[in-house]
């Protein structure tokens, strides 16, 4: 089964600095998907990046990007010039490309201080 | 742009009771899905529907039963709730199963039992 880990439960930034979050994940299969959930203190799930397994350049999406590491099955999120509305719990998450089988695996989270 | 609706946004229910939650995707989108998210930790999938038709399973209990209407709009039903049972659950949609396809969350309904 895929699993998603997060080895980092808590990380803090000062505002305009970047920070960099990380994420590996464990599966024997070639294509899927990876993406990184944003959840606020109202807890919604906001998508904030998506990387397809096959493509080998990183996303980007403003100042949100990522660095994925096929072989070493590693998603590291970059943020960059950190804004207060960044603080957040960022949720790292594997999706298979099996029909029968492509939930959502969320990690367990990091949590995101942003200092002013 | 619209968005995937759950309600009620909140609910409180006593031990053994019943609870309904409902979910309105995001327009045509025909998948569905369900999961629940317990203080402090990461959501676990629940159980999906594609065009009406339960197509993956996740960590459901027995206790709880879920379906997809005609109108796309799902139900998850949960019967004799225990303390456990309090969590966040969201909906989230997607149009159609593909994996590469965006699964868009709802802002989740708050079940608390007492």
């Known amino acids: 089964a895929q699993t998603v880990t997060q080895s980092q439960p808590e990380m803090s930034v000062q505002e305009a600095e970047t920070v960099t979050l990380s994420c590996t994940y464990d599966?024997?299969?070639?294509?899927?998907?990876l993406f990184w959930y944003k959840q606020p203190p109202s807890r919604q799930m906001i998508l904030v990046i998506r990387?397809?397994?096959?493509?080998?350049q990183n996303a980007t999406e403003n100042r949100f990007s990522v660095n994925f590491q096929k072989a070493a099955k590693s998603f590291s999120l970059k943020i960059s010039d950190s804004q207060l509305g960044d603080a957040a719990m960022y949720f790292c998450?594997?999706?298979?490309?099996?029909?029968?089988?492509?939930?959502?695996?969320f990690g367990a989270g990091t949590r995101l201080t942003v200092k002013p | 742009a619209a968005g995937v609706i759950q309600s009620p946004r909140h609910l409180i229910k006593e031990k053994r009771e019943t609870a309904t939650l409902k979910c309105y995707p995001i327009?045509?989108?025909?998948?569905v899905y369900w999961y629940q998210q317990g203080p402090g930790q990461d959501p676990q999938f629940l159980i999906s529907?594609?065009?009406?038709?339960?197509?993956d399973k996740g960590s459901i209990p027995d206790r709880f039963s879920a379906q997809q209407f005609s109108d796309y709009h799902s139900e998850l039903n949960m019967s004799s709730l225990e303390l456990g049972d309090s969590a966040l659950y969201f909906c989230?949609?997607?149009?159609?199963?593909?994996?590469?396809?965006?699964?868009?969350f709802g802002e989740g309904s708050w079940l608390t039992v007492v």
């Open positions: 599966t024997s299969e070639s294509d899927y998907y």
């Open positions: 998450a594997y999706r298979s490309e099996i029909v029968d089988n492509n939930d959502m695996r």
């Open positions: 989230a949609s997607s149009l159609t199963w593909f994996s590469g396809n965006t699964i868009y």
């Open positions: 529907f594609y065009e009406k038709m339960q197509s």
């Open positions: 327009p045509r989108h025909d998948t």
């Open positions: 990387q397809e397994a096959y493509k080998q």
